[in-house]
């Protein structure tokens, strides 16, 4: 026999107390790492667009008609590197583990204009410096002006510095970048035939600051496996940079190439947390149901950390406890076996799309019924109604 639970009040729900070593694990990163045997936590993609910003006088960025195949390169390089994701150099001798991030960009056509690659002429904001009186880089003028869907899609500025900075001779152009919240300003020596991969580096870079992630070559950043270090930009043969130097992403450094399990960790926090805006920037491919093949539960299993579930659950036996919110797809059930227990901790199921899932069965044997445990915080939403009991 099944008994359908559509509601907080189900008879088929034991309210229970919680634990008392109870910890709230939700906020922990350790708990969001893409490790590749956790196939629950899923492949993220970011929808991006460029903005290539020059003066009336077309001479100082890329040229508009290259702008486009340049944009689509750099973003394809970014994401070559975070498929790669070497090997940390340091701590020398190191044994981090090596996990190639589950995030990608894709150049995101916007309603408004159909357009992903954007080129605008503007001899007011066309620069960015990021040092000395005329400094602009935090300035949100160039942002406020051009930024499209900037709720849904990260917006990419390729900006040159100012001419007259560089005729100085005391300013160097050299590749830089800030992340301001969903929108990202970079900058280079554009005029003189910037590569476009030369810039991927700092789109990861920059896109991580966006994503949680700090400096790296700080002691606090909040990773134990970023050890800190000189910040140099490559190895010399004497000197403070001598041996072995720094590859990480969230350094300054000549290859920008390694992320850590931790540094994965915290962005997939980001991305994972429904109540942070980041997370709309991402691709919602976690809304509908995407296969019939279920995730069965055999034994004892723990969820700690958001997750976004698209396919059916069904516990066959043994306990899963949830303790943070999982979005179920629409379409998606939960079977809970006779003899085995489902238990959320302070959990919520529920839909983050504003759909409906079809929601909780328990399933009853002659012998067994299947069990389900919330705590008092505990909660269901979004489940589509139906009559509370079926014969199987």
Not at 39 to 61: C, E, G, M, P, Q
Not at 159 to 184: K, M, Q, W
Not at 305 to 328: A, P, Q, W
Request: aromatic share 8%; glycine share 6%.
């Amino acid at each position: 026999m099944l008994h359908n639970i559509s509601h907080e009040d189900s008879n088929y729900i034991t309210k229970i107390d919680r634990p008392q070593d109870y910890k709230y694990p939700c906020r922990s990163s350790d708990n969001y790492v893409p490790y590749p045997e956790d196939s629950l936590i899923k492949s993220r993609t970011i929808r991006v667009n460029v903005h290539f910003i020059d003066s009336t006088s077309a001479k100082y960025n890329i040229p508009e008609p290259k702008a486009e195949t340049w944009a689509y390169h750099m973003i394809e390089n970014a994401n070559f590197r975070l498929r790669t994701n070497e090997q940390m150099n340091l701590p020398e001798g190191n044994e981090t583990p090596c996990i190639p991030a589950n995030y990608q960009y894709r150049l995101w056509k916007d309603d408004s204009t159909g357009l992903s690659v954007h080129y605008h002429y503007d001899d007011e904001l066309y620069y960015m410096l990021t040092k000395g009186s005329g400094a602009n880089n935090y300035d949100r003028k160039v942002i406020n002006k051009y930024r499209i869907g900037e709720d849904s899609i990260l917006n990419i500025f390729i900006l040159p510095p100012h001419p007259d900075s560089i005729a100085t001779g005391r300013y160097v152009a050299s590749r830089s970048g800030i992340s301001l919240g969903n929108s990202i300003k970079l900058t280079g020596p554009l005029s003189q035939g910037m590569k476009d991969w030369e810039m991927s580096t700092s789109v990861n870079h920059e896109a991580g600051h966006s994503f949680g992630l700090s400096h790296s070559w700080y002691k606090n950043d909040g990773c134990d496996d970023t050890p800190p270090n000189e910040n140099c930009w490559s190895t010399m043969e004497s000197g403070r940079c001598a041996g072995p130097t720094s590859n990480n992403m969230m350094d300054y450094n000549n290859s920008q190439m390694a992320i850590t399990p931790c540094q994965l960790g915290k962005i997939n926090m980001v991305m994972s947390d429904s109540r942070n805006t980041r997370r709309k920037l991402l691709v919602k491919d976690w809304c509908v149901k995407s296969s019939d093949v279920p995730i069965t539960i055999h034994e004892d299993t723990s969820w700690k950390g958001y997750r976004d579930i698209d396919r059916d659950i069904i516990v066959e036996s043994g306990t899963l406890s949830i303790y943070c919110k999982v979005s179920m797809a629409q379409g998606t059930k939960i079977t809970i076996m006779p003899g085995a227990t489902l238990t959320l901790l302070d959990a919520e199921l529920y839909n983050d799309c504003g759909f409906q899932w079809e929601g909780i069965e328990v399933v009853q044997s002659k012998k067994e019924i299947g069990k389900f445990l919330m705590t008092g915080n505990a909660k269901i939403s979004d489940i589509r109604e139906k009559e509370d009991i079926m014969n199987k």
